[in-house]
């Protein structure tokens, strides 16, 4: 692995127009719309959003409704779309997300990353400096964060009408979730929470797939199959990895369990951001074939498996670099099959810059990031997910990687 960390080292391998607007409303008919949904709005603690703007909005939207052709289906939706990226560990999301923060499209998008387990490190992953990025590692997106996502979305709102300090007037939302969200429960917030509906729209839901270890992932849990399943787009990543054999039995298994959604052939999470951006492919119907009980807010039980964890590894010390180099060929050897993704930003001895891996079982990919900002705490920290990990002997051997200089000073 001697090789793996220079400046030519392998590239990551990672990865409203309301229906109830009935068209020829009178005045009586949108004051007390207009009220309906100020109402609603107190109901759900927004204390924060503007009245002014809301008002401003929704006169907009009526407007937009009522101008020109009576034809709905030729009517602009006004609300803020929202795309969902989801598939499971390592396939890809957090590469594909930062395609699109950096794709010339003029959008703002305002991002929020979910990551399994109590330290995340997507969010130090990500390109996109004048974006919205927004953390969400508290739990599972799908379960115990599901009202923090409410909060979040109002939130947002509010910093898009509000004219405070803190505004920040952006075009749309991405959510990228966890490798193990079921990508249901996401879907229903936005569709079942009666003001985010007024507000939110759905664009898509695009789910990557590990074109290398999707015959893996497919058959460890039900996460993988329903993110699948609740696809509108679907990218078969990696598939330069595969031969056309084993691309095109993989293509037919998930033909089989998604017939509508079309599937593009990305590589590193690579395409023209016409197909999944601004898509208005989000099926409804197909969704409640599905999971006829979508539209029904209920509580989501929905419990991990229990063998699957989170290990975080971090320290402020530089970190040796044969030792590190070492440590993780020990880690690929013994330990890949357990390890369905992993990815990390390590603070070499004696190097300016930042030194990012990230991996999926045995593929791993390493390269020199940018420089340590002066102001920046010069930090190791590695997040590992996988099931049945030993911890302690990833510390000790992580606690190994010290750079002896700073050991003897300590």
Same mark, same amino acid.
């Given at each position: 692995?001697?090789?793996?960390?220079?400046?030519?080292?392998?590239?990551?391998?990672?990865?409203?127009?309301?229906?109830?607007?009935?068209?020829?409303?009178?005045?009586?008919?949108?004051?007390?719309?207009?009220?309906?949904?100020? =109402?609603?709005?107190?109901?759900?603690?927004?204390?924060?959003?503007?009245?002014?703007?809301?008002?401003?909005?929704?006169?907009?939207?009526?407007? #937009?409704?009522?101008?020109?052709?009576?034809?709905?289906?030729?009517?602009?939706?006004?609300?803020?779309?929202?795309?969902?990226?989801?598939?499971? @560990?390592?396939?890809?999301?957090?590469?594909?997300?930062?395609?699109?923060?950096?794709?010339?499209?003029?959008?703002?998008?305002?991002?929020?990353?979910?990551?399994?387990?109590?330290?995340?490190?997507?969010?130090?992953?990500?390109?996109?400096?004048?974006?919205?990025?927004?953390?969400?590692?508290?739990?599972?997106?799908?379960?115990?964060?599901?009202?923090?996502?409410?909060?979040?979305?109002? #939130? @947002?709102?509010?910093?898009?009408?509000?004219?405070?300090?803190?505004?920040?007037?952006?075009?749309?939302? %991405?959510?990228?979730?966890?490798?193990?969200?079921?990508?249901?429960?996401?879907?229903?917030?936005?569709?079942?929470?009666?003001? @985010?509906?007024?507000?939110?729209?759905?664009?898509? %839901?695009?789910?990557?797939?590990?074109?290398?270890?999707?015959?893996?992932? @497919?058959?460890?849990?039900?996460?993988?199959?329903? #993110?699948?399943?609740?696809?509108?787009?679907?990218?078969?990543?990696?598939?330069?990895?595969?031969?056309?054999?084993?691309?095109?039995?993989?293509?037919?298994?998930?033909?089989?369990?998604?017939?509508?959604?079309?599937?593009?052939?990305?590589? =590193?999470?690579?395409?023209?951001?016409?197909? %999944?951006?601004? &898509?208005?492919?989000?099926?409804?119907?197909?969704?409640?074939?599905?999971?006829?009980?979508?539209?029904?807010?209920?509580?989501?039980?929905?419990?991990?498996?229990?063998?699957?964890?989170?290990? &975080?590894?971090?320290?402020?010390?530089?970190?040796? /670099? =044969?030792?590190?180099?070492?440590?993780?060929?020990?880690?690929?050897?013994?330990?890949?099959?357990?390890?369905?993704?992993?990815?990390?930003?390590?603070? &070499?001895?004696?190097?300016?810059?930042?030194?990012?891996?990230?991996?999926?079982?045995?593929?791993?990919?390493?390269?020199?990031?940018?420089?340590?900002?002066?102001?920046?705490?010069?930090?190791?920290?590695?997040?590992?997910?996988?099931?049945? /990990?030993?911890?302690?002997?990833? #510390?000790?051997?992580?606690?190994?990687?010290?750079?002896?200089?700073?050991?003897?000073?300590?």
């Amino acid at each position: 692995m001697n090789n793996r960390c220079n400046d030519d080292s392998t590239e990551w391998i990672s990865e409203c127009n309301d229906s109830r607007f009935a068209m020829g409303c009178n005045d009586d008919d949108l004051a007390m719309e207009r009220n309906e949904r100020k =109402q609603q709005a107190n109901e759900h603690d927004v204390d924060q959003l503007i009245e002014h703007d809301i008002d401003q909005w929704i006169e907009h939207e009526v407007d #937009q409704s009522m101008m020109g052709s009576r034809n709905a289906d030729e009517i602009d939706d006004p609300r803020i779309p929202v795309t969902i990226v989801t598939g499971f @560990l390592g396939a890809g999301k957090t590469t594909l997300l930062n395609h699109l923060l950096t794709s010339d499209h003029g959008q703002k998008i305002a991002v929020i990353v979910n990551e399994f387990g109590e330290v995340g490190i997507d969010h130090e992953l990500i390109i996109g400096a004048e974006d919205e990025i927004i953390e969400m590692n508290n739990g599972c997106i799908c379960c115990t964060v599901r009202g923090d996502l409410v909060k979040i979305a109002l #939130q @947002l709102l509010d910093r898009k009408f509000g004219m405070n300090e803190r505004a920040y007037h952006f075009d749309r939302i %991405v959510i990228e979730t966890t490798g193990l969200a079921d990508p249901g429960p996401v879907i229903q917030t936005f569709l079942a929470e009666d003001l @985010l509906a007024q507000f939110f729209k759905m664009d898509a %839901v695009i789910t990557l797939v590990d074109a290398c270890h999707a015959h893996l992932h @497919l058959h460890q849990g039900p996460e993988a199959q329903a #993110q699948i399943a609740f696809a509108d787009i679907l990218l078969l990543n990696k598939s330069d990895l595969v031969n056309m054999e084993q691309l095109t039995a993989l293509e037919a298994r998930l033909r089989h369990m998604n017939v509508s959604a079309p599937i593009y052939h990305t590589c =590193q999470s690579t395409l023209d951001i016409r197909y %999944v951006l601004d &898509v208005n492919a989000f099926d409804l119907s197909h969704k409640l074939d599905i999971r006829p009980n979508l539209l029904h807010a209920h509580h989501h039980h929905h419990h991990h498996e229990d063998h699957v964890r989170s290990i &975080v590894l971090q320290d402020e010390r530089p970190m040796h /670099l =044969q030792k590190i180099n070492q440590f993780m060929d020990e880690w690929l050897i013994n330990h890949a099959e357990d390890t369905y993704r992993y990815k990390g930003i390590i603070h &070499v001895d004696q190097v300016d810059r930042r030194v990012v891996f990230q991996g999926v079982h045995m593929m791993l990919g390493i390269n020199t990031d940018r420089n340590w900002r002066d102001d920046e705490l010069r930090l190791t920290r590695i997040v590992i997910i996988g099931k049945n /990990l030993d911890e302690v002997w990833f #510390q000790q051997r992580f606690a190994d990687c010290i750079a002896e200089s700073t050991e003897s000073a300590l």
